[in-house]
């Protein structure tokens, strides 16, 4: 404690302290003294708000586990239930009509539909590439992934065969995107003549090429002979580069590992580096050493001779945690530590108002507002704490109301039931809501962990409560005014090398009336952009029809018996264990939150904290109601264990987790798994954090 700094009555780590008046404060023109005595203050009302808050859910945790152990037996009655939750305080009523009054929204936000990145903060390789992931090329696509329906690129240099199938599907997306009065870009033998079927697509000339928009995404044809792969087309062209993530969420939540103040302040000062331009990283690529940089804009010349710039980058926001965690880094008065959902807002938003002051080399938001993605708020009184939060925020930082702008994720699923009035309750900040299903997926099975145990994880996919979850949460963004104004986002492709299943599905997405959809790499970006130029969500978002009720949401996937064969048992145990030690074996040894983890067929899948919380929450869910008993998952965590150390054996720093069954990594999984039913809200964090940092003080 003795190498704190004292400001206010907070204790603040030096570092971090150093960083926040140097880097932020001083840039800003903000008084550090000031400052500390406000963020104090602030710490002193809202600190035990959000306490309260994390009470108020355990209490209805307590409640819900009661009435189900007193059920037990019979099946739930719908009636029944729905007035136990509205007793409760569960289900609240909803709001009357109202629309959103969200002001000063980019256009990425409330007029375009598009990709959605997500990118861990930590990770400054991949942050600036997914910045950067605003343009795409599209034959890198297609020629890297699994797209095509033609033989997989053949390694060592350009695989011609690969190459003519990779050039046919991009003249297929020109004809559908761009089509031509008569003619096909594939027969084409020179730059286009005007010959546009719609005319207002031909936007100008880049440096490159040619530069078109349909259904608002940006196209840009690029002509080289000289360039390998244009030398060998008839038309020249030698890439086509299209609009991919119109927006960016730079993660500090469910995709890293921060447990401490030296994680956060490398979150921070990361967030800083993409909002004041300057964040750069050097790597070793194939034996060569990379300097990565943020993007210029594009810069293009309209037919009528005027010269234009495009963003060269994604619009981005920064997801920070919700209100559960505590960190270290800073404490109050009474030794305790202050609530890291609090102490994100405060720091990003302050280096978010450099972007507001226009101190950064680029600029990020052209409307003057800062982007903040608040994920895991159970219901409207949580809501309404960020709301209030945020405004003693822009109050410290003397940034104008509503500045500072929220998503919502809907990814708990009290905030599933009472979405209105979540709305609502940040109705004049709200940008986004998102079906965060993976963690809906957890908070489903916690929420009713007491009541029986659920079916397997795949027929989830297909359970009532989850259609109706991304019916509602459309159909009640819809209702409230979102199309125009924000988001209406759906969720997660998981599996990061499956890009023609994910061609195949996402679309859906679209279908379903969201104007975006999250992906996982900058490369299923480009690919989702496709979606984008097939579908108009604007107008699809007109014709969809009514909302569904709450019956089928408050549907719990309890499974109809458990005569599952013992294979099955083993097979959903050892997926659910195989993820799970994965995952879990990277997070605390090596501090990677997000990683891609072989499942039992050797497809990666990404896996989070969210798809964590899935699988030892349906462990454990298993374990309390003796589908599986303590031998059985030790015996499958052994197996598994052996599985994950085959998949690492590569790695030169990996500490195998079968010669380590007391180490870290392997009492994180156990904990995470047979203290599962006792975690708040069904949360990996506590437990992360508490093994990651053993881990940390061991090294
Ligand atoms: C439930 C939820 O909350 S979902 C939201 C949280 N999830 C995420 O944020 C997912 C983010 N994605 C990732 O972290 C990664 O894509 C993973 C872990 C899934 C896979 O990572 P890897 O195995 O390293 O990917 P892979 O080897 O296929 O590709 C790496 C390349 O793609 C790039 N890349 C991959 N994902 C991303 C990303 N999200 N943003 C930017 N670049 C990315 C890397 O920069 C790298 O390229 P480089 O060598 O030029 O730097
Ligand atoms: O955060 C996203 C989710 O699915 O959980
Ligand atoms: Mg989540």
Request: glycine share 10%; with cysteine; aromatic share 8%.
């Amino acid at each position: 404690m003795s190498n704190f700094v004292t400001h206010a009555d907070l204790r603040v780590d030096p570092a971090l302290a150093a960083f926040i008046e140097g880097e932020v404060l001083a840039p800003l023109g903000h008084d550090a003294g000031a400052f500390w005595h406000g963020f104090a203050a602030l710490l002193a009302e809202f600190a035990p708000r959000n306490r309260a808050l994390l009470a108020h859910r355990e209490a209805l945790q307590q409640q819900l586990d009661d009435w189900h152990r007193a059920q037990r037996g019979t099946s739930v009655d719908p009636a029944a239930y729905r007035s136990f939750l509205e007793e409760i305080g569960y289900l609240v009523p909803e709001p009357g009509a109202f629309t959103i009054g969200t002001q000063n929204v980019d256009a990425e936000i409330a007029a375009m539909a598009g990709p959605q990145l997500v990118v861990p903060v930590l990770n400054a390789r991949f942050l600036l590439n997914a910045a950067n992931a605003r343009w795409g090329s599209l034959y890198d696509a297609f020629y890297g992934t699994d797209v095509l329906d033609a033989p997989p690129a053949r390694p060592g240099g350009y695989d011609q065969q690969r190459g003519a199938a990779v050039i046919a599907a991009g003249r297929r997306f020109l004809d559908e995107a761009l089509p031509l009065v008569g003619q096909s870009w594939a027969t084409m033998a020179d730059e286009p003549d005007g010959k546009l079927a719609d005319e207002r697509q031909y936007v100008g000339k880049t440096a490159k090429g040619l530069l078109f928009r349909n259904n608002g995404l940006h196209i840009e044809v690029q002509f080289d002979r000289a360039h390998p792969v244009g030398k060998g087309d008839q038309a020249g062209i030698s890439d086509i580069v299209v609009e991919s993530a119109l927006t960016t969420i730079c993660d500090c939540e469910d995709s890293v590992a921060a447990v401490d103040a030296e994680d956060k302040l490398l979150a921070y000062r990361n967030w800083l580096g993409v909002i004041r331009g300057d964040l750069q990283e050097s790597f070793d690529k194939g034996g060569k050493t990379q300097l990565r940089t943020l993007a210029e804009d594009k810069r293009y010349t309209s037919p009528d001779g005027s010269e234009h710039t495009l963003p060269g980058r994604s619009l981005l926001f920064v997801r920070n945690v919700g209100h559960l965690m505590t960190n270290p880094a800073i404490l109050l008065a009474d030794g305790s530590e202050i609530p890291e959902g609090i102490m994100d807002t405060v720091i990003t938003s302050a280096i978010g108002a450099l972007d507001v002051a226009g101190k950064g080399r680029f600029g990020n938001s052209r409307t003057g507002s800062i982007y903040i993605v608040k994920p895991k708020m159970h219901g409207p009184a949580e809501c309404a704490f960020t709301n209030d939060l945020f405004d003693a925020v822009e109050d410290l930082l003397r940034l104008p109301r509503h500045t500072i702008k929220v998503g919502v994720m809907d990814e708990e699923r009290r905030t599933s039931a009472n979405l209105g009035a979540c709305i609502h309750a940040v109705k004049d900040r709200i940008v986004f809501i998102n079906t965060g299903f993976l963690d809906r997926t957890g908070d489903e099975i916690h929420t009713s962990m007491q009541a029986g145990p659920m079916q397997r994880k795949g027929a989830m996919k297909d359970a009532p409560w989850l259609k109706a979850y991304e019916a509602r949460n459309v159909g009640i963004g819809l209702r409230h005014g979102l199309s125009g104004r924000a988001q209406i986002g759906k969720g997660m492709w998981a599996a990061p090398d499956l890009m023609g299943q994910m061609m195949a599905e996402k679309i859906g997405h679209l279908r379903a009336g969201a104007n975006t959809a999250w992906v996982p790499s900058p490369t299923a970006a480009t690919l989702h952009a496709i979606h984008y130029h097939r579908e108009d969500v604007f107008e699809i978002q007109q014709g969809l029809g009514d909302v569904p009720g709450l019956e089928d949401l408050l549907t719990i996937p309890l499974a109809t018996g458990t005569n599952w064969s013992d294979e099955e048992i083993r097979a959903e145990l050892d997926n659910n264990c195989q993820g799970l030690l994965g995952y879990v074996v990277r997070w605390i040894d090596a501090g990677v939150g997000c990683s891609k983890v072989p499942d039992l067929n050797d497809v990666g899948l990404m896996e989070d904290r969210a798809t964590l919380r899935i699988s030892s929450q349906h462990i454990a869910n298993w374990l309390l109601h003796g589908v599986v008993s303590e031998d059985q998952v030790m015996d499958a965590l052994r197996r598994m264990a052996a599985k994950v150390d085959q998949q690492n054996a590569g790695d030169p720093f990996y500490l195998p987790l079968m010669e380590n069954e007391d180490g870290p990594a392997f009492s994180a999984a156990k904990d995470l798994i047979f203290k599962g039913a006792e975690q708040p809200s069904g949360y990996t964090e506590p437990l992360l954090h508490k093994w990651r940092a053993r881990a940390k003080e061991a090294i």
